[in-house]
């Protein structure tokens, strides 16, 4: 842990989607892995399946920046359209078969009535709302950010300054909730807490630099 914050000092909770909200679709996955089964032996850590999780890790930053770059230009749209296509492969659930991480409707409900509570993603609006439609979940979010709100994406801090900023709430009173050492490193350039989770595809010392590690984004209530 780096910076111990009292959940009294808390006002805003923000929370990423894929394997933070939404459980990663491990069928898929598991599916891939064995595509790369007859590899296995010439893969360095062994396992088709951490392999793939870590490439999808190892790509996301960067796959960020270069939709930023596309936004600039204009050419966003269609390659966002295109990941749409592929998140399947990627093991990240469509809108047709959005699921919650266990407990995480329960906990969202419950959190909701003791703070404000927003989402910080790189998926579409269209794609945050159905997610939040299909559960029951839409009254209790204030903002919802996405690749069409701001011109940077994370590890960027600006989505979740923008994401503060909406809410007015002051930005070291916000957590910033997700799986990936990309959601870890947008919260604290932007001077927000940030809360790792191992229900998605990040490992423990890919959040190395979150301010607490949670094995499942349900168990932050009890913590808070």
């Not at 011109?151 to 989505?159: S, T």
């Not at 923008?162 to 916000?174: F, M, N, P, T």
């Not at 301010?211 to 984004?217: H, S």
Request: hydrophobic share 45%; charged share 25%.
């Amino acid at each position: 842990m780096n910076r111990r914050i009292a959940p009294t000092e808390v006002e805003a909770i923000l929370f990423d989607l894929d394997g933070t909200l939404i459980d990663t679709d491990d069928v898929m996955i598991e599916r891939a892995a064995r595509w790369l089964q007859p590899l296995a032996r010439l893969l360095s850590q062994g396992n088709p399946k951490r392999v793939l999780r870590r490439a999808i890790m190892a790509s996301e930053g960067p796959t960020n920046a270069f939709l930023t770059f596309l936004d600039i230009l204009g050419l966003d749209d269609e390659i966002f359209a295109l990941g749409d296509r592929l998140r399947p492969l990627r093991g990240l659930r469509t809108p047709a078969n959005f699921q919650p991480v266990d407990g995480v409707v329960e906990a969202v409900r419950e959190l909701s009535g003791r703070y404000t509570l927003g989402i910080v993603t790189t998926r579409s609006r269209r794609d945050a709302q159905a997610f939040l439609k299909q559960h029951a979940l839409a009254d209790c979010f204030s903002v919802i950010v996405t690749h069409e709100d701001t011109w940077r994406l994370k590890p960027h801090p600006e989505p979740i300054r923008y994401a503060a900023e909406q809410l007015g709430v002051a930005i070291e009173r916000c957590l910033m909730v997700g799986d990936t050492g990309v959601d870890v490193r947008a919260a604290k350039a932007a001077g927000a807490c940030a809360i790792g989770v191992l229900c998605g595809f990040g490992e423990r010392g890919d959040l190395a630099g979150a301010d607490l590690i949670l094995k499942n984004t349900a168990e932050l209530g009890e913590w808070l």
